[in-house]
């Protein structure tokens, strides 16, 4: 059942953050849109001649952050990846019925121990996911990443930002609804993910809004 609902919230996240927008595909493309020009302005800022050739997304669910990704950087080859096989099995119907140069490809693995070969990506994205975790599982989270990617890769994560007034200011009602389908949002608001970033190794690391709701932290490997 989640995984026939999924594509339907998801995008619904971006209505949420841009709600003077007229319709759900245009607050998707300004949302997406953002957080995929901070990737790239990272990347190119930080990493020199390092190309993006390939890319993870973890905790992919059914796929939709995985397409934009692909779509953003065509040459690429990018995986998806999950724990849920439901959601793969949805991302992997809908990749069928596209025409890509590259397909993704879809690994059914844990995002904290993911199998894959170390120095193996040049970004590694987990859009959406820390929020939905333990500040624990975050931080392993971030030590794989850490581990597949190259020198010179790009980590980048997205999701709920602590600084938002948006969400600061929601009324008592809607943030306790809100607290009551996320058990650890406490814990992800409490986290020093940036310095969670830096202990494990990350350099470079930036934080910024790329919409009123939600920020884009992103970091790269040393080379």
Request: net charge negative.
């Given at each position: ?90 991302a992997a119907q ?38 939905e975790c333990p ?31 948006v969400l600061q ?55």
């Amino acid at each position: 059942m989640a995984a026939a609902e999924a594509e339907p919230a998801t995008m619904s996240i971006a209505k949420r953050a841009i709600p003077e927008a007229t319709s759900i595909e245009e607050a998707s493309q300004i949302v997406r849109g953002s957080w995929l020009n901070t990737i790239e302005e990272h990347h190119q800022k930080y990493s020199g001649n390092c190309e993006i050739n390939d890319i993870l997304d973890i905790g992919c669910s059914v796929g939709v952050s995985t397409r934009y990704l692909a779509e953003k950087f065509p040459s690429a080859q990018a995986v998806g990846l999950d724990l849920s096989p439901y959601f793969l099995a949805v991302a992997a119907q809908k990749e069928e019925k596209l025409s890509r140069q590259n397909p993704i490809r879809w690994v059914h693995a844990n995002g904290e121990a993911t199998g894959l070969p170390s120095d193996s990506f040049d970004l590694v994205s987990l859009a959406y996911v820390c929020h939905e975790c333990p500040a624990r599982a975050i931080t392993v989270l971030v030590k794989e990443a850490f581990r597949v990617l190259r020198p010179g890769g790009t980590i980048a994560l997205t999701d709920n930002s602590p600084k938002s007034k948006v969400l600061q200011e929601l009324s008592p009602v809607l943030f306790t609804l809100m607290k009551s389908t996320e058990p650890f949002l406490d814990e992800y608001y409490m986290l020093d993910l940036e310095e969670t970033m830096r202990q494990v190794g990350f350099a470079n690391v930036c934080s910024i809004l790329t919409d009123p709701r939600h920020r884009t932290v992103t970091a790269t490997v040393p080379y």
